[in-house]
């Protein structure tokens, strides 16, 4: 089962307003020059973090009472930073620290609760790193996580860890006595604390692999991860268009393999689907709650980030075909995209 049942907390400050500026001199040792940060495999750990620390930036943002710590980074050239959703809700200002100890301000592109994801641009230029996906990852491989933990103080702290586990489902409490599953995640050991919200899981070759978002609280060495391809497809389309909206199925649906520990289905394959939303583009294309999706346009759909993927190449009215399973017999269903 994918499922892990127990308490997280999600991997930001709230803090009152004082305290919030740094009195530090701009450190000119580190090369903040914009460019694709590459770095490699030959380079040891603290080469390596020498090298990527200068696309990484702590976040404070401006909400009422107070302010949240939490980090970002920057993932594609322009400044267009990453991090959680949660870091930045109801912001009124935001304020990035870079790596030389120069400050700068950002703002909102884009912001999706479900993914728990947030894309930023920053005032300034700055360098980025290049991402790899989740699934060129190996369990026990070696991670660094970079980030801002507890407060503004401790911004660029590194900590390395390993691979724990892949494609992690977790359902979380929300505010109201809500549920929310978040899907496919990394799990790692590398030591994270409220404030690295937002950072960057970097593997050994300087490369983005997700954007660490929580923690089990019950426990120590139980962090996770939204894999970065998730969020790299999202970036693109909204720097081609910064009024980007992405296309609602208005389906639930998770792993199979969760729905067969439930007892719920006997496939083996494809995205088990729990609720379909009245009058979205899917239910009135007959798509039915129970059904098993096996493939868009012939793409196979076995996890989230499949779907989501998907989602994102595609534009308001296209046309799809799904494949799913009900009843234990095939049927072939079309649909119209919309947003």
């Known amino acids: 089962m994918k499922a892990v049942i127990f308490s997280f907390i999600l991997l930001f400050s709230s803090l009152g307003l004082s305290g919030c500026n740094l009195t530090t001199n701009i450190d000119t040792s580190v090369d903040m020059t914009p460019r694709l940060i590459s770095v490699g495999d030959n380079l040891s750990t603290s080469e390596m973090v020498e090298e990527v620390k200068s696309a990484v930036v702590g976040i404070s943002a401006t909400i009422e009472g107070g302010y949240s ?15 959680n959703h949660h870091v930045i809700e109801g912001a009124k200002s935001i304020k990035i620290y870079l790596a030389n100890n120069v400050d700068s301000y950002a703002k909102v592109l884009y912001s999706d609760s479900a993914l728990d994801l947030a894309i930023l641009k920053a005032d300034i230029n700055m360098p980025y790193l290049d991402t790899s996906p989740s699934s060129s990852l190996k369990v026990g491989e070696d991670v660094i996580a ?37 899907q496919d995640l990394i799990q790692h050991d590398a030591s994270i604390n409220p ?38 497809s999202l970036t693109g389309k909204v720097i081609q268009n910064v009024n980007y909206t992405a296309p609602k199925l208005g389906i639930f649906a998770y792993d199979v393999e969760l729905a067969r520990f439930a007892e719920k289905t006997s496939q083996k394959e494809g995205l088990y689907i729990e609720d379909v939303q009245k009058d ?13 999706l096996l493939s868009i346009n012939g793409i196979p759909m076995n ?37």
């Open 280 to 292: 979205s583009c899917l239910y009135n294309a007959g798509v039915k709650n129970g059904d098993v």
């Open 69 to 83: 710590v939490g980090s970002g980074v920057a993932i594609a050239s322009g400044g267009y930073i990453l991090t």
């Open 303 to 339: 996890t989230m980030i499949e779907l989501r993927k998907l989602l994102y190449s595609l534009n308001d009215g296209e046309e799809i075909t799904l494949n799913v399973i009900r009843n234990n017999e095939m049927h072939v269903i079309n649909a119209k995209i919309c947003c």
């Open 146 to 182: 970079i980030g801002t933990p507890l407060t503004l103080q401790f911004k660029h702290t590194v900590t390395k860890g390993i691979v724990s586990a892949l494609n992690r489902t977790l359902e979380i409490s929300n505010l109201g006595g809500t549920t929310t599953l978040m």
């Open 195 to 232: 404030g690295n919200s937002g950072g960057p899981l970097i593997d050994s070759s300087g490369r983005v692999v997700g954007i660490n978002t929580l923690k089990a609280s019950d426990a120590e060495g139980i962090a996770f991860a939204i894999p970065i391809e998730v969020a790299t």
